[in-house]
């Protein structure tokens, strides 16, 4: 009974999410915006936007968000160069690979989804609020997933020690990244920041992700994808919308998908339970929790 409760429901629930996100992009056009985490993938973005434009620069740093060094080595460089930052957006991730661990022993999808994106938003924070102005505030966007609606989070056993599931883990990283959001976008309204933080649900968009699906998974997922899933274009619009559209100006705390306002889970809403997430966090990635 254990084991259908800690490894089964997270599965059951995953896959009654992701068929109610295929039902709804099977009757709802992708959102259209108005009129990598690999190295080599990087420097080929970079070349290729100097190639379609003349405009501006590109320029690509390397950060492994799986590592806590490699995180603050990142920050260091950059705020070395001394930029402005007026948009971070949070994207990287992995889902539903085995039982892995950080460099740091955090449960992979616990560690990179989310921990490595927690420290790096607090040690970019001071050069985001430099950045932002009144009616001109810096951007912070955090990627999470429709699966977040079936994630439970369990303060005592983050790291999926006691049974782990694959699916629970992904589900609770895109969870804990939601009601890190909220609470982040609370702070800011506390201190009067001109930063403003939202989530944003890309929806089920044709990536590498879908890799650590088991074989039959990835057959049935074929002809699913080219019928029903997102392009990665169509899949960025709703992150890009967050980042750049000025209906969005000053506004916080909200939960995006397919470029709407949308309800995320009740439990994100919890605010005891983010303000508990939050010190956890700072304790483990070894930040003062004021």
């Not at 003349?54 to 160069?81: I, N, P, T, W």
């Not at 992150?239 to 994100?268: C, D, F, H, P, Q």
């Amino acid at each position: 009974m254990r084991w259908l409760v800690c490894f089964l429901l997270p599965i059951v629930r995953l896959y009654l999410v992701g068929f109610k996100v295929l039902l709804y992009q099977l009757f709802n056009r992708s959102f259209a915006l108005p009129a990598g985490n690999e190295e080599d993938e990087g420097l080929a973005a970079v070349k290729k936007i100097q190639e379609e434009t003349d405009q501006g620069k590109a320029e690509f740093m390397y950060l492994d968000l799986a590592s806590l060094k490699s995180v603050r080595q990142f920050v260091q460089r950059f705020k070395a160069k001394g930029l402005p930052l007026h948009v971070l957006i949070n994207n990287a991730g992995v889902m539903l690979v085995p039982e892995r661990k950080t460099e740091d022993g955090f449960e992979l999808h616990f560690g990179l989804n989310y921990l490595g994106h927690f420290l790096l938003t607090n040690l970019l924070l001071d050069t985001l609020r430099k950045s932002g102005q009144s009616g001109q505030c810096s951007r912070i966007i955090n990627v999470s997933s429709a699966t977040h609606y079936g994630g439970r989070l369990d303060l005592s056993d983050l790291q999926g020690g006691s049974c782990y599931c694959a699916h629970g883990a992904y589900s609770q990283s895109k969870l804990a990244l939601v009601l890190f959001t909220y609470h982040l976008q609370e702070r800011l309204w506390a201190r009067a920041d001109p930063v403003t933080a939202n989530a944003v649900d890309p929806g089920m968009v044709d990536t590498a992700l879908y890799e650590n699906l088991s074989s039959p998974a990835k057959l049935a997922k074929k002809p699913v994808a080219r019928l029903l899933f997102r392009t990665p274009a169509e899949g960025a619009s709703t992150a890009i919308y967050a980042a750049a559209a000025s209906e969005v100006e000053g506004a916080g705390g909200l939960y995006l998908y397919n470029g709407r306002k949308t309800e995320s889970s009740v439990i994100s809403y919890d605010e005891q339970l983010q303000a508990r997430l939050w010190m956890k966090s700072c304790a483990l990635v070894g930040l003062q929790k004021a």
